[in-house]
Every structure is written in C-alpha cells, then in structure tokens.
C-alpha cells in the first residue's frame, strides 16, 4: 500500500529565504508525481507535475526533483514571498487513470 | 488549459438532508473522475473513482449507499451526500482527466464546502 510523508510539517521563515520541502513514498513503482499549493478554506493549485521518467521540473522560482529509487521528491522555493505562505502537498500516482495519494502536506508561513 | 467546476461552492444543510455536489469538466470530455474529502487540517482522502455509464468504485470505509455518485455523461459527475449528518461536514473536491490527450494529468475543481447542522 502506497503511504505518503512529508517533512516537515510546518515551516516559518522569514523572507527572502531559500527553502526544501520534502516529500517520502513507499512505493517507487509510481507514474508520476505532483506538487499541488492550498490555500486556507480554498482548493488546489497544481504546480509541478514529474513524469516517472523525468528527475526534474522547474517553473519560475519552484523546482521539484524525484529520485524514485529512493523513494523521494523534494521541492525547492528560492527567494521565498510572504504570498507562498499555503499549505503545500504532494501526491504520488501508481499507473495512469489510477487514483492519487496525497501527502498530509507542509504549512508554510513566510514571515515578512 | 483544462477546467473543472463545481457547484455548489459552499452548502449549509440540516441534518437528516441530502445534498447534491456537481462536477464539471468545462471544456474537455471526462470518463473517470474522482472524489476526494479533506477533513480540516488533514490531507485530501479519495473517496470514490466515478466512472461514465458504469458503476462507481468506493474506496474502503466509504459508504456506498450514503455518498451516491452518478456519472450520467462524459462532463458531469454527481455526489449526493444522503440523510447528512455533522460529521459529514468536510471540504469535497472532484478530479477529473481529459480522456482525449496524452496528459494524464489529473486537473482538480474549486471544491465544495458542505457544514452540517
């Protein structure tokens, strides 16, 4: 059974900062990987989506690698903003067309 | 880039009643979706995959007869949340994928806000 961790489970920093938010999979048998952006009492913003294939993917400040061997994603926010403060989740898909796991997120608070 | 609805936003109820969830995949056709609720403070937990002309697959815990889901045409999918009760009270978001592109991305609705009473 696929589990999901993310560490950590919240984070505060202040502004300007550099930051790696990592995610953990038990399962590395997986299709692909994606980071999603929550914001309170809202819904989902995708992110990064990292094929099985692929090691990387950057958009704008936001890079994500996966190392499926081991079993690990991490998300790197450079020059972090008080408006990335959001709860930040990953979630792992096994093959296409089956259903996604989430993480249990990372609360991220920047602090102007 | 690919839409997904949901209607409504935001429902306030009593309990004993039943509400209907729609989804919508605006402008691309759908034959899987998937429902999810997230309890506050905790992560999305899928609930049901709901499939076009056929039945829904539940997922374990999740009761059948009191979250029906029906997936009447290839851009709507209906969850009926029955005889409601407060512990039903969560935050529902559908899934869907567009069946006629190679992404098999999963694009994410808004969500729906449902407080019992």
């Known amino acids: 059974k696929q589990e999901v961790t993310q560490i950590p489970a919240a984070l505060s920093v202040p502004e300007g900062e550099n930051l790696v938010l990592n995610c953990s999979f038990t399962d590395s048998a997986i299709y692909n990987l994606q980071w999603f952006r929550q914001d309170p009492g809202k819904g989902l913003t995708s992110l990064l989506l990292i094929q099985s294939s692929q090691r990387e993917q950057t958009s704008g400040r936001l890079n994500a690698s996966l190392d499926k061997s081991s079993g690990r994603s991490t998300l790197y926010i450079a020059a972090s903003q008080p408006g990335d403060s959001a709860t930040y989740l990953c979630a792992v898909e096994k093959t296409s067309y089956d259903k996604v796991i989430f993480g249990p997120g990372t609360s991220l608070s920047v602090i102007p | 880039g690919a839409v997904v609805s949901q209607h409504p936003s935001w429902v306030i109820c009593k309990s004993g009643t039943s509400v209907k969830i729609e989804c919508r995949s605006l402008d691309f056709q759908a034959t899987t979706m998937f429902w999810y609720r997230q309890f506050p403070k905790q992560s999305l937990m899928l609930m049901a995959t709901s499939n076009e002309g056929s039945k829904a697959t539940y997922e374990q815990g999740v009761e059948k007869d009191k979250f029906l889901i029906n997936h009447a045409s290839l851009t709507l999918s209906t969850l009926t949340v029955t005889s409601a009760h407060p512990e039903d009270s969560s935050f529902y978001i559908c899934?869907?994928?567009?069946?006629?592109?190679?992404?098999?991305?999963?694009?994410f609705g808004p969500g729906t806000r449902l407080t019992v009473t």
């Open positions: 899934s869907a994928r567009d069946r006629d592109t190679f992404s098999y991305e999963q694009y």
